[in-house]
């Protein structure tokens, strides 16, 4: 059944146009409570949010459609992502909401939904319920009504959970720890695990206003971070984005680390605890060729999947691994979490810290990664530039060209009107040759 509404994410789009609607959150809450509400007993969601103006907006909209067909909404207010994965399984929720665009600007938002066992829906579980979002919802009888009601503890919840993720008996004393918040969902929590764990915290991107979400800050800005780090003389930097899914390190020189260092960070430190589950790291088609003969001799595996964390999430659970991710800095570890969380990974990554003894610089170049080149072109409603029998050409001649020393992935974004042309080589100059061509026919196709 193919998805309509559904992108590789959740629903998501600019605020207040289509499919991005107060209107649209009401049916799409009220169809997922018909799909969740099977019968006669309590039904409960758990819905959270990032700091984004138009999240309030959303947050009453899909109140009221889950409580028009009896189900009880419990409000979690601004808390990660990975917060809304965890509190519905341990409240016994029977679906879960995260209202947010993730890296995306103030402008944009983005419906996320879970279900009870805490992971991202299928898509054949989205692709139902956008067909009972396009018919006649049964709705609630005046006496079965759901109710409301906001969580207070919520927040406090999810920091001691994340504190668990942190080795007993080891402590950040001593540490300078730069944590740039993107003035987003982990504006308070972030800060709060850092500090009782014992780091001494700067911080970044923790005063949101409902506009500068990811607004010069955050996992995809790591400037200014990077920045702060120099300044204060810290021992590393921690970014997360707009709802803490995502993780960018920053060493004591400014120097930022992406997931895919990350992940080969966690995967040899697991590996050589024997923790690392069949010796294996699950990625995307995205994660750089360094990664994977990095993974290849230190005698690992990694498994590559389409992107999206969802589709890195059903591979583990497929395989029965327990690491995985992507290279934009979703680390997810199904040990601890149900989804990416920046948070966790991160004290993944001041565990080793403190254990090692080395500086930060010395531990987030795990790999000398090839070199690789991402150019996003942007199209217009109603083009495919991908159906221009140019771009199939260009993109023919680029494989061709760069077969026996790298890789070309060219892709539709499935949560912006974008085509990534992304290409990697040994050869540095043919790599800038073979992009700049095929995105330039794409851009061509785009008008």
Request: charged content about 20%.
């Amino acid at each position: 059944m193919k998805r309509k509404l559904f992108g590789t994410d959740g629903v998501r789009g600019q605020a207040n146009s289509y499919p991005m609607t107060a209107d649209m959150a009401l049916k799409l809450a009220a169809a997922a409570g018909r799909y969740f509400r099977r019968d006669q007993k309590e039904h409960r969601v758990v819905i959270g949010k990032d700091t984004r103006r138009s999240s309030y907006m959303f947050e009453y909209a899909m109140t009221g459609g889950f409580t028009s067909t009896g189900m009880n909404v419990f409000l979690l207010g601004p808390v990660p992502t990975p917060a809304v994965g965890m509190l519905t399984r341990s409240m016994r929720a029977d679906v879960g909401v995260m209202i947010s665009a993730s890296h995306n600007p103030h402008h944009d938002n983005g419906i996320k939904f879970f279900g009870p066992d805490g992971y991202k829906l299928s898509d054949t579980a989205e692709a139902e319920i956008e067909e009972l979002v396009m018919g006649e919802i049964d709705l609630a009888r005046p006496e079965n009504i759901g109710s409301a009601k906001r969580i207070d503890d919520a927040l406090g919840r999810y920091i001691e959970f994340a504190k668990t993720a942190f080795p007993n008996q080891k402590l950040l004393n001593g540490l300078k720890v730069v944590v740039d918040c993107a003035n987003g969902a982990a504006y308070k929590a972030a800060p709060i695990v850092l500090w009782e764990l014992g780091a001494e915290v700067i911080t970044v991107g923790v005063t949101p206003n409902g506009f500068n979400i990811n607004d010069g800050c955050g996992s995809t800005y790591p400037g200014t971070a990077a920045e702060a780090v120099v300044a204060h003389g810290a021992d590393c930097g921690i970014c997360l984005d707009g709802d803490a899914d995502r993780l960018m390190l920053i060493d004591e020189k400014g120097q930022v680390a992406d997931g895919d260092q990350i992940m080969g960070l966690i995967a040899q430190k697991w590996a050589s605890e024997g923790r690392l589950a069949q010796n294996t790291l699950v990625a995307t088609v995205m994660s750089n060729m360094g990664l994977e003969k990095h993974m290849q001799a230190q005698g690992l595996n990694m498994l590559r999947t389409g992107v999206g964390d969802r589709y890195v999430v059903q591979a583990m659970k497929e395989g029965g691994f327990n690491l995985g991710g992507e290279q934009s800095g979703h680390i997810v570890m199904r040990d601890y979490v149900t989804t990416g969380d920046g948070l966790i990974a991160g004290l993944q990554f001041l565990s080793a810290l403190v254990q090692s003894g080395k500086r930060a610089s010395e531990m987030v170049r795990v790999f000398e990664p090839y070199p690789q080149i991402l150019e996003n072109v942007r199209y217009g409603a109603g083009a495919d530039p991908m159906d221009s029998d140019s771009v199939k050409q260009a993109i023919a001649d680029g494989e061709a060209a760069l077969a026996s020393n790298g890789r070309l992935l060219i892709r539709k974004s499935g949560t912006e009107p974008l085509v990534r042309v992304m290409g990697e080589c040994e050869d540095a100059g043919l790599l800038q040759s073979v992009i700049t061509d095929v995105a330039g026919a794409v851009r061509a196709a785009a008008g």
